[in-house]
């Protein structure tokens, strides 16, 4: 009887055993994939978690993308890559050193300005909510490792970015006045003809008079001449 009840003790333990084994070595882990895995929302006019959002002057989205172990198996590894086009890769390696992925996408629609992400703002977060760590920044246009995810575990990766705009007004150009080039002085020109300053006609009344004198007085001295004879 004693050694029945040994025999069922090791029966026991042994089939748990081994089915967990089995079940591990079928199961060496896999990433969740799907639609709703990777979305975002707008924080400053706090709508829900979507695939898509518009976003304008200084307001704030936050984008959530869940990190999902489907198997009983570790992954290690784990890196989350967001490109800036809204496309999402997350890979990891899983018990059989198998690289695992999943991909999804979310569509931000910036009216005004440029988004940028906001450094500090990548966090690994549990299922709870609870903060695990604070990772790196680079994942926004980058990657980023989480590390590690046990079997049938969730995880939450947030990180957020934010609009801003330029609010200096274009500055114009100062107008530069047309150049006016300098007028060159005119040359005078010389003229054909003495210009008329009425000192001939005073010279030739002079020259009439004194020949008309000298006649006079020639005449008036022959005039006496004759007599005296």
Known sequence: MKK????VALVAFAVPALFATSAFADSPGQLASGGNLYQVRNITTNTAYSKATSVTCNETIKYSIE???TQYGLLSDVTAKAATDGTL??????ATNETVTSTGKVNVTVTKGTLN????STKLLALNGDLIKTLPDGIYGGSVNTGSLKGSTREFLQFQAKVTCDST????????PPVTPPTPPET????TELPQTGMTENVAAVL???????AISYYVASRRALTRN
């Open 188 to 191: 005078p020109s010389t003229p």
């Open 67 to 69: 990190i999902s172990n």
């Open 4 to 7: 029945l009840a040994i025999f």
């Open 117 to 120: 992400y906001i450094a500090g």
């Open 169 to 176: 007004p274009p500055v114009t150009p100062p107008v530069t």
């Open 89 to 94: 890769t997350v890979t990891a390696k899983n």
């Open 208 to 214: 009439g008079l004194g020949a008309i004198v000298a």
